[in-house]
């Protein structure tokens, strides 16, 4: 038998095979506005940014120059059969403007790459900044991959902006400018001729370049598409084969990777008839210039000589060559455009709240936490708490208890006040906390998290995070008085580096119960008045369970304890228990009366007697 559910998700590779409909644009229009932000970035380095167009006009006049000079030869001294040493200075003058043209380009090069990666560095830093200081609402409804796409992909893209586009594309206008009016100087017969064929070529090469960017973004989607899928089934193996579905699976790989090859054919196909297309645009337009300058050559009057019809060849092809290039980096300014947008996006998205102007620092709390009336709905505007009322006085342990989505967790963010109450107060000591400033509310009252959160770093930093709101680090007698306290200073000294041992991201060298009882300890270091505690639902063996318990009784004892419990030792240690459910709550009471009432509480209770957590 299978269920509905499993199905579903057997089916992700098909259902993926749709748009996300969310998905991040990859171009937007060229936006005056973004463009002056984008060159505000370059403000600090202003001496390199203009020295970069002193560099950028010198370019755009070599090429040109360039052209010219060599044209200039070929009719001057080679034409007219001169002396071979002016033929040899000449060639040695084209040389060595040459040389100085690579000079130019060395520069031109180096100051585009140290500005982008100056700004770059400069944005990063400043979304990173903005980031943490956002408030916890902004994480609850931002995918991390967004996050992080933000500064990696939508960062870089504002680089190659800055570092690719910006300053090649003023060097390709440069040149096709100074190319025009040379054109124009020798021959403005000619020039019209190229001049008309100009638009037809960009046209061409806009699309084209459109279709092709399109066709790679969906090979790319496809083939992400097919690697995931894999990961996926080569993940779920156990689940396909106990439910008997590999014919099935294979069949809608099998789809998918028809559809990849599909989308490789589409880019292929775009590229087989616009490649041609532009070749011969090319060829249309020497044809012509050979055809009205032949003829203008060969004319009774002789309107040209065939030294300029050569110089006017090359600087044809001088003319054309940015119309190519720009096409391209065309492309990479929209692709930057929409980057900066979204980097500017986050850049401009406020915190939600901050304190407020005349917000009081708390001194030391007694730990009264009083919550008045409240309501509260996220943003999505159902409302997930009704009225909720309760009183802990200092040194009170109060836990909550319900079923999984009946508000706990939210209850915990208000207090930590990660968001206000949509109605009603929550007061600190009889101070409402909407006019308490967030500094004196995070030294006083922690919060240590169902995932116990352990960073990328050494066990001593971990537990140095606590000292964060204190003005001097903590020494190692105090670090080891903790760790002794919550029965863990056994376990970090056994580790191969002691308190300097490694721990990966999410801690993943140590155990469950392990990095439970070092975020105890960070807790018990920061010795907050207040402590909210999302107690995990993990199964921790009996063995850690009971030196669990005794730790936590020590974190809890002296301090206003406010617990989302799900085990149920834990529960029996409190002075009261709120029952939720559906935002509301329900009974409350201490254990042992409640068990006695007919009820949400006995029937969880009864139903979960015999495990030692209640899910
Ligand atoms: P569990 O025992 O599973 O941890 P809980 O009692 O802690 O559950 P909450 O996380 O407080 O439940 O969620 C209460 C309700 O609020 C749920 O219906 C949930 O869908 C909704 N909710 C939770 N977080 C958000 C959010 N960031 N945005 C919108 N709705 C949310
Ligand atoms: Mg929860």
């Known amino acids: 038998m299978q269920s509905k559910g499993t199905s579903a998700a057997l089916e992700g590779g098909l259902v993926r095979l749709q748009r996300d409909p969310d998905q991040d644009a990859s171009h937007r229009s060229l936006d005056r506005v973004l463009i002056s932000r984008i060159l505000g970035l370059m403000r600090p380095y202003r001496v390199k940014r203009n020295w970069l167009f002193v560099v950028v006009l010198l370019r755009s006049l070599q090429q040109p120059a360039f052209v010219w000079a060599v044209a200039a030869t070929i009719n001057g001294p080679i034409a007219q059969h001169q002396s071979t040493s002016s033929i040899v200075w000449a060639a040695l003058g084209v040389l060595a403007l040459s040389a100085v043209m690579q000079i130019t380009l060395h520069f031109r090069q180096r100051l585009t790459l140290e500005i982008g990666e100056a700004v770059v560095n400069d944005l990063r830093r400043a979304v990173f900044t903005h980031l943490q200081s956002m408030p916890m609402s902004f994480y609850h409804k931002t995918k991390v991959g967004r996050i992080i796409s933000r500064i990696n992909g939508d960062c870089d893209a504002v680089r190659i902006g800055v570092q690719d586009v910006l300053f090649v594309s003023m060097v390709g206008l440069g040149q096709m400018l100074f190319t025009a009016l040379l054109m124009l100087w020798f021959d403005p017969v000619l020039f019209a001729i190229v001049f008309a064929m100009a638009p037809v070529l960009w046209g061409l090469n806009r699309l084209f370049q459109s279709r092709l960017t399109q066709a790679y973004r969906e090979i ?111 492309n990479q300014a929209l692709a930057a455009m929409a980057g900066a947008e979204r980097v500017f996006g986050i850049l401009d998205q406020k915190p939600q709240w901050s304190d407020i102007e005349s ?123 903790a760790l002794e306290s919550m029965e863990c200073r056994d376990l970090v000294e056994g580790l191969p580096h002691g308190l300097d041992t490694k721990v990966g991201g999410r801690g993943s060298k140590l155990s469950l119960g392990q990095r439970q009882l070092i975020c105890f300890a960070r807790a018990l270091l920061a010795n907050p008045r207040v402590l909210i505690l999302d107690e995990a639902t993990s199964a921790i063996d009996t063995m850690t369970e009971v030196r669990i318990q005794r730790s936590l009784q020590r974190l809890l004892s002296g301090r206003t304890c406010f617990i989302v419990a799900h085990r149920l030792s834990t529960i029996k240690n409190v002075d009261e228990v709120l029952v939720i459910d559906h935002g509301k709550i329900v009974q409350r009471g201490t254990h042992e009366k409640l068990v006695q009432q007919p009820g949400m509480y006995q029937a969880l209770v009864k139903r979960y007697s015999g495990m030692s957590t209640i899910p």
């Open 220 to 330: 790319q989607e496809s083939f992400s598409r097919v690697t995931s899928t894999l990961a996926e089934s080569v993940a779920g193996i156990r689940v396909t084969q106990g439910f008997s579905r590999s014919e099935k699976n294979a069949e809608l790989f099998s789809e998918l990777v028809v559809s990849h090859a599909d989308y490789n054919m589409k880019a292929t196909w775009a590229w087989g008839i616009f490649n041609p297309l532009l070749e011969l645009n090319s060829a249309a337009v020497t044809a012509a210039i050979i055809a009205v300058g032949g003829w203008r050559v060969v004319s009774p009057d002789s309107l040209a000589s065939i030294g300029d019809l050569i110089q006017f060849m090359f600087l044809t092809g001088l003319f054309f060559t940015p119309v190519q290039i720009l096409g391209t980096q065309y």
């Open 359 to 481: 917000a009081v620092s708390l001194p030391r709390l007694q730990g009264r936490l009083t919550v008045e009336n409240v309501t509260f709905a996220y943003d999505s505007g159902t409302v997930v708490l009704h009225d909720v009322s309760f009183d802990v006085s200092p040194g009170q342990r109060v836990a909550l208890v319900g079923p999984t989505g009946s508000g706990k967790s939210t209850i915990l963010s208000l207090l930590a006040r990660f968001y206000l109450p949509t109605h009603g107060r929550i007061l600190l000591d009889g101070v409402d906390t909407r006019g308490v400033t967030s500094e004196s509310i995070a030294s006083q009252v922690a919060m240590v998290l169902q995932q116990n959160y352990l960073f990328t770093g050494t066990v001593r930093d971990n537990l140095q995070i606590a000292s964060g709101i204190y003005s001097a680090p903590f020494t190692d007698e105090q670090i080891y008085a």
